[in-house]
């Protein structure tokens, strides 16, 4: 079955310190892999997306990942935490062409950058 | 660019009633559209696809004819609860898709906190 996931519930770090939110993946096929995240009660915010070509993609607000096919993992970076980069974090994995458009969310990890 | 309202940010309403939630992409076309529930603490859920003067395509198990979805035009697409019960209350988001074929992009409104008392 093909599905995404983020082993950590949450995840703490001191702020700038470098940051790790881990995604792997299971899928059939060469998957497009994407990051959102959310502050509370709002909607969810693009961060970044792979689709082909360099495997370290960067994004928003200075995060990046890094996508690892051997490893099926898409992890999400940043080199120093914020204290304003507390938020909830998605991975998310879309299958090329497929006609629905669908994408699966992994069930998210918190992100708490401490002072 | 890419941004997706939603409105109302938050409904209270009595058992009984239907709650219409509105979608719009503000500064791009979207064919596809998306609804989406989430509980607390939990991933998205996904309820439904909107396409554009067809009819939504519903996931496994959620009632189509409780949950109505139009999509009258590339910028509108709306979900309207019907006969809302207390176990309706949930963040409902929508997303709207952006990018060409095989390499869309969800953009996501702000969701609407719907609470049936």
């Known amino acids: 079955a093909q599905s995404v996931a983020q082993p950590e519930d949450q995840v703490n770090v001191a702020e700038g310190n470098p940051l790790t939110v881990k995604c792997t993946y299971s899928?059939?096929?060469?998957?497009?892999l994407f990051w959102y995240v959310q502050y509370p009660n709002r909607g969810l915010q693009f961060l970044l997306k792979?689709?082909?070509?360099?495997?370290l993609v960067k994004g928003s607000y200075g995060f990046e990942a890094e996508f690892n096919k051997s490893q099926t993992s898409f992890h999400l970076k940043k080199p120093s935490a914020l204290v304003s980069d507390s938020a909830l974090y998605f991975c998310?994995?879309?299958?090329?062409?497929?006609?629905?458009?669908?994408?699966?969310f992994g069930s998210g990890t918190r992100l708490s950058i401490r002072p | 660019g890419a941004v997706v309202s939603q409105h109302p940010s938050r409904v209270i309403c009595k058992s009984g009633t239907s709650v219409k939630i509105e979608c719009r992409s503000l500064?791009?076309?979207?064919?596809?559209m998306f609804w989406y529930r989430q509980f607390p603490k939990q991933s998205l859920m996904l309820m439904a696809t909107?396409?554009?003067?067809?009819?939504?395509?519903?996931e496994q198990g959620v009632e189509k004819d409780k949950f109505l979805i139009n999509h009258a035009s590339l910028t509108l697409s709306t979900l309207t609860v019907t006969s809302a019960h207390p176990e309706d209350s949930s963040f409902y988001i929508c997303?709207?898709?952006?990018?060409?074929?095989?390499?869309?992009?969800?953009?996501f409104g702000p969701g609407t906190r719907l609470l049936v008392l």
């Open positions: 500064d791009f076309q979207a064919t596809t």
């Open positions: 998310a994995v879309r299958f090329p062409y497929s006609s629905a458009s669908k994408i699966i």
């Open positions: 997303s709207a898709s952006l990018g060409g074929l095989g390499v869309e992009t969800q953009y």
């Open positions: 899928v059939s096929g060469n998957p497009y």
């Open positions: 792979y689709i082909t070509g360099d495997n």
């Open positions: 909107s396409n554009e003067g067809s009819k939504a395509t519903y």
